[in-house]
């Protein structure tokens, strides 16, 4: 499967942006999707992610209550909701993908097989 990641942009603290991750190559519906980011000189990290089925979610400490992640099955598209952003927000956000399915979400970078190539966003102060 080919991800697809889009949806960053500039935007002012407090602000929003949904970010969208479209698979092409296989039905998206059968795998499961993480969100990572990596800020400028910092390491990789886990954002939020999803089950094969949708059922569960599961949110960084750092953006829980904030970021929603949603699944459209039907367009092949899943979805990072990001309200009240803050500066700290700011990097590259990447989707990433397996076709497994788990009773929970995955938070380890290395168990997923797809990637896609990343978009920026930026939050200003």
């Known amino acids: 499967v080919q991800l697809q990641a889009s949806g960053g942009g500039l935007v002012q603290a407090g602000g929003s942006l949904r970010l969208s991750c479209a698979a092409s190559g296989r039905t998206f519906s059968n795998y499961a999707v993480g969100w990572f980011r990596q800020a400028p000189g910092k390491e990789r990290e886990f954002v939020a992610g999803?089950?094969?089925?949708?059922?569960?979610?599961y949110y960084a400490n750092s953006v829980k209550g904030r970021f929603t992640m949603s699944r459209d099955n039907a367009k092949n598209t899943v979805y990072l909701q990001m309200n009240s952003l803050k500066p700290e927000d700011t990097a590259v956000y990447y989707c990433?993908?397996?076709?497994?399915?788990?009773?929970?979400?995955?938070?380890?970078?290395?168990?997923?097989?797809?990637w896609g190539q990343g978009t920026l966003v930026t939050v200003s102060s």
């Open positions: 990433a993908a397996k076709n497994e399915d788990t009773t929970v979400v995955v938070t380890t970078q290395r168990w997923y097989d797809y």
């Open positions: 999803i089950t094969w089925s949708g059922v569960r979610t």
